[in-house]
Structure formats: structure tokens, C-alpha cells
């Protein structure tokens, strides 16, 4: 059984009071919701000529949603299939759902709409089906079904890449890792767990140990404990935990003054605060991103949802495991990973939610590659690793713009660096237990 940790998959619970625009955008536009799905879990081996097994899974998601009964179903061919392989696909998946007790009926006699996309992924073929009963949210289901072989088609190339470098390992659980200095690469961190901070210096090659101090605290730590490390302009580091804060002092050695306080952690890395303009060629002016902070539960691992300043109109969203921003020509378009189990993007005047495919945790990443700001986002289910992919939205629904980047576990933390242009992954391994730090970076391809 895995440790429960924050980056499990969002339970699946609906939430009660999905956002009214939104369920109105999906009726009036529900293939919108194809993109917001192009990324599935494990694929299903399928051949060209046999579709059988893909058609049947996808029919048995739809009948767990529907109940056999009468529906109305309609397919669109958004793939780079060829005619006769996608009359074949149509035609077995209206044959399997008929199967599991689903009667094709015109939409007026219908008590459920199912609107299936033949969709597709740089690795697979993905099938979305959108189920639309009476006045309740649509639910999604879907299928991924492994191409057979050849070159895939031109526009899934990815234009980005992640590279991921080993930071930090220890045997004990890492809540976070800063770096403090770096040439080439970085020569001085500081390192955070339960107990301590930790300071450490490259010397022949390796890391070793400058300094440690305690973090003082009267009331005993929430089971998933989660912290952060962010450094400062006027003394070394702030440190934040559930309840707690501490402050380095400004000289050396390493002193930390901790009280109990519920005051908010940045969830803005110092890079992105304020920054008003893209990196990326042809960039133009884009809206100031404010240093928004958020109040953590001292209890529980997750932020209450009250946010200073507010975004917008809003003061509070939903309760959220973590958040990321996206800067625009005239606003910031921010992202909260609720425990919901939506994804709740907010401008400022809406708050729009949607389920997504996604783990608990997310980034900003600011680079010179496409758009200039990515999103970066773990992945979700019940497998023993993560992987963490990027994604633009052109709109608000999400295109991914690299492959995958596979991590050697489950990610325990996901924090943007200060400077903005890099993420600090944390981990435990599943082979070893041990706990590592990654810093995950943009590559443009060529």
C-alpha cells in the first residue's frame, strides 16, 4: 500500500456547485473537452485491424456512468484514423454498447448523450466519450489505445522538452530543497525536513554538511507534512510549515527565530512576481503577476483557499493543494489544484472549474520556448511513479507541449524556483524508499 502522501490522484468525488459557465460552455461546445484529455494512463495494446478490446473497455466506462437504457450516441473522427479504420471504430463501439445493454435511440427518446472523440496523443490514440444525463455535470470517460507503429503524424511532434536534474537524496523525507548559490551548476542548498534545516557546499565532488539548526515547534505535525524553504533578499532563507514560520538571521552561523503563526506562504516564486513580459521571440506585454499568498491548514496538507492579495474578485477559491499562474495581455490566469478533484482556473472575474486528468500538483515555469509560460503538472492514478508533463493553454484548455518526464516515484513537493525558470521536484523513490530532489528545466527543441 502506498504512503499517503499529497500527490495521490484527487478523489473523484463531483463537486456540488460546479461552476455555471462552464457546464454551459460544455453544452454548447462539448469536443472542446478532447483537449483537455490528451494525455491518459497506461495504453492499451491494440492492432490496426482489431479494435475489439479498446471498443469493450471504453463501452463498460460509459454503461458504469449511464446504467443500461436508451441514449443517444454520437462519434467524431478527431484522429489522424483514415476512413475505413474509423467506420470500423464507430461501427464496434455502437455494436459494444449495444452489448452492454445500451439501446441506440434518436436524441428526443434518449435519457443519456454520449458524444464519443477519436482523439490522439504523440504515443496513442485516445477515446473521449462525454456523457450528458438530464441537468447533471457531464462526466468524461475514456480509453487510450497504443498506436501499432509507424511515424506519428506531424502536428503531435512536441515542440519542448523537460530535463530533470538530481538535486539532493537522503534517506529521510525532503519537504524541500533551495538553492542558494550555483555556477554551472548549483554549489550551495539548504534542505528542509521535519526537524531541521540543513545547509550544504559541493567540496570534491560531493555534498557535505556546513550547517544544521532545529526548527522549534509546540504542536506536533499534520501525518503528511509539507513544507517550504524560500530564500531572501535581506538574510539567508523563510522557512514555512503548517502553523509555523521561522526566519534565518542575517549572519552566520545558521540561526533560525520560529513562532507559532498562521501567516500565509507565497505561493508566487520571487521570479514571477511582478514579471510583466514573455521571454519567448515576438513576446509582447503581458499583465503584472501580484505576489499572491495563501493560507496553509496548520492541521491538514492542503491551503484553506483565502488568498492575500485577492485575484481579482475573488478572496477565496476552493480549498487547493497547489497553484500556478499564467500571465495574459490584460490579467493572470491562475490554476488551483482543489481537493475537489477540479482544477479551478480563475482570472479574476470567473472561476471556471474542470476535471482534468492531472495529480495533485502544478508549477509555472517561465521560459524562452513557445508561449514563454508553461504549466507544469504531475500525472494521476494509482501508479508506483509519477511523471510530470508541460502544457500551454492557447484558451483555457490545456495542449501539451512536451513528452512525459518519468520520475523515479511518487512527487511529494513541486515548487518553482525563485528565479522562475526551473521547478524543485521532490520524491521518493519506489525501488530504494530514499527521498531525492530533482530540478526539472525547459529544453526548446530545434
Given at each position: 500500500?502506498?504512503?499517503?502522501i499529497?500527490n495521490l490522484?484527487i478523489p473523484?468525488s463531483?463537486?456540488?456547485?460546479a461552476n455555471r459557465?462552464?457546464r454551459?460552455a460544455l ?8 483537449l ?10 491494440a492492432?490496426a485491424?482489431?479494435?475489439s ?9 460509459i ?11 454520437t462519434i467524431?473522427?478527431r484522429?489522424s ?5 474509423s467506420?470500423?471504430?464507430q461501427?464496434g463501439l ?5 452489448q452492454?445493454g445500451?439501446r ?7 435519457a443519456?448523450?454520449?458524444t464519443i472523440?477519436?482523439s490522439?496523443?504523440p ?6 466519450a ?5 441537468q ?6 475514456m480509453?487510450?489505445v497504443a498506436?501499432?507503429g509507424?511515424?506519428?503524424p ?6 519542448m522538452?523537460?530535463r530533470?536534474?538530481?538535486?539532493f537524496?537522503q534517506?529521510t523525507?525532503?519537504?524541500?530543497v ?8 548549483p554549489?550551495?542548498?539548504?534542505t528542509l525536513d521535519a526537524d531541521r534545516?540543513s545547509?550544504?557546499r ?28 524560500v530564500?531572501a ?14 526566519h534565518?538571521a542575517?549572519?552566520a ?6 513562532r507559532?503563526?498562521?501567516?500565509p506562504?507565497?505561493?508566487?516564486a ?13 513576446s509582447?506585454?503581458?499583465?503584472a503577476i501580484p505576489?499572491i499568498?495563501?493560507f496553509f491548514?496548520?492541521?491538514r496538507?492542503f ?9 481579482g474578485?475573488?478572496?477565496n477559491?476552493?480549498k ?10 490584460k490579467y493572470?490566469?491562475?490554476f488551483?489544484?482543489?481537493?475537489d ?13 474542470a476535471r ?8 509555472s515555469i517561465k ?5 514563454g ?5 504531475t500525472?494521476s ?13 492557447p ?17 511529494t513537493?513541486?515548487w518553482t524556483e ?8 521532490v520524491?521518493?523513490d ?7 530532489a530533482f530540478?526539472l528545466?525547459?529544453?526548446c527543441?530545434?
Amino acid at each position: 500500500m502506498r504512503e499517503a502522501i499529497y500527490n495521490l490522484a484527487i478523489p473523484e468525488s463531483i463537486a456540488k456547485s460546479a461552476n455555471r459557465g462552464w457546464r454551459s460552455a460544455l453544452a454548447i461546445s462539448p469536443a472542446r473537452f478532447v483537449l483537455l484529455f490528451l494525455v491518459c494512463g497506461p495504453a492499451i495494446s491494440a492492432s490496426a485491424a482489431d479494435w475489439s478490446v479498446p471498443e469493450q473497455e471504453l463501452a463498460r466506462k460509459i454503461v458504469a456512468v449511464t446504467g443500461p437504457g436508451a441514449a443517444a450516441v454520437t462519434i467524431e473522427n478527431r484522429s489522424s484514423l483514415g476512413r475505413r479504420n474509423s467506420e470500423i471504430v464507430q461501427n464496434g463501439l455502437r455494436a459494444a454498447l449495444e452489448q452492454v445493454g445500451v439501446r441506440l435511440v434518436p436524441s428526443e427518446q434518449a435519457a443519456a448523450a454520449i458524444t464519443i472523440s477519436l482523439s490522439e496523443n504523440p504515443g496513442s490514440y485516445v477515446w473521449v466519450a462525454q456523457i450528458q444525463q438530464g441537468q447533471a455535470d457531464p462526466a468524461i470517460v475514456m480509453v487510450s489505445v497504443a498506436r501499432s507503429g509507424g511515424t506519428p503524424p506531424v502536428h503531435d511532434a512536441m515542440p519542448m522538452s523537460l530535463r530533470k536534474t538530481l538535486l539532493f537524496s537522503q534517506d529521510t523525507p525532503i519537504l524541500d530543497v533551495a538553492v542558494l548559490q550555483e555556477d554551472a551548476a548549483p554549489t550551495r542548498i539548504a534542505t528542509l525536513d521535519a526537524d531541521r534545516v540543513s545547509i550544504y557546499r559541493v567540496q570534491g565532488g560531493k555534498w557535505q554538511q556546513e550547517q544544521s539548526t532545529e526548527i522549534t515547534h509546540a504542536k506536533p505535525w499534520p501525518r503528511d507534512l509539507r513544507g517550504r524553504l524560500v530564500p531572501a533578499k535581506d538574510h539567508l532563507l523563510d522557512v514555512y510549515l503548517p502553523g509555523v514560520s521561522c526566519h534565518s538571521a542575517t549572519g552566520a552561523p545558521l540561526a533560525l527565530n520560529c513562532r507559532e503563526t498562521d501567516d500565509p506562504w507565497p505561493i508566487v516564486a520571487a521570479g514571477l512576481a511582478g514579471a510583466s513580459s514573455l521571454l519567448g521571440a515576438g513576446s509582447e506585454n503581458h499583465a503584472a503577476i501580484p505576489a499572491i499568498a495563501a493560507f496553509f491548514s496548520p492541521a491538514r496538507n492542503f491551503f484553506t483557499g483565502a488568498l492575500t492579495p485577492a485575484v481579482g474578485k475573488f478572496t477565496n477559491v476552493p480549498k487547493f493543494y497547489s497553484a500556478a499562474v499564467l500571465p495574459r495581455e490584460k490579467y493572470a490566469l491562475w490554476f488551483f489544484s482543489a481537493i475537489d478533484g477540479f482544477i479551478h482556473m480563475v482570472d479574476g472575474m470567473n472561476d471556471q472549474a474542470a476535471r482534468i486528468d492531472w495529480g495533485s500538483s502544478i508549477a509555472s515555469i517561465k521560459t524562452p520556448c513557445g508561449a514563454g509560460w508553461q504549466l507544469l503538472t504531475t500525472s494521476s492514478g494509482d501508479r508506483s511513479s509519477d511523471s510530470v508533463l508541460a502544457y500551454e493553454f492557447p484558451d483555457r484548455d490545456p495542449v501539451p507541449v512536451s513528452a512525459p518526464i518519468e520520475l523515479p516515484g511518487t512527487v511529494t513537493a513541486l515548487w518553482t524556483e525563485p528565479r522562475g525558470d526551473s521547478v524543485t521536484a521532490v520524491v521518493r523513490d519506489q525501488e530504494t524508499g530514499d527521498y531525492e530532489a530533482f530540478r526539472l528545466a525547459m529544453a526548446c527543441s530545434q
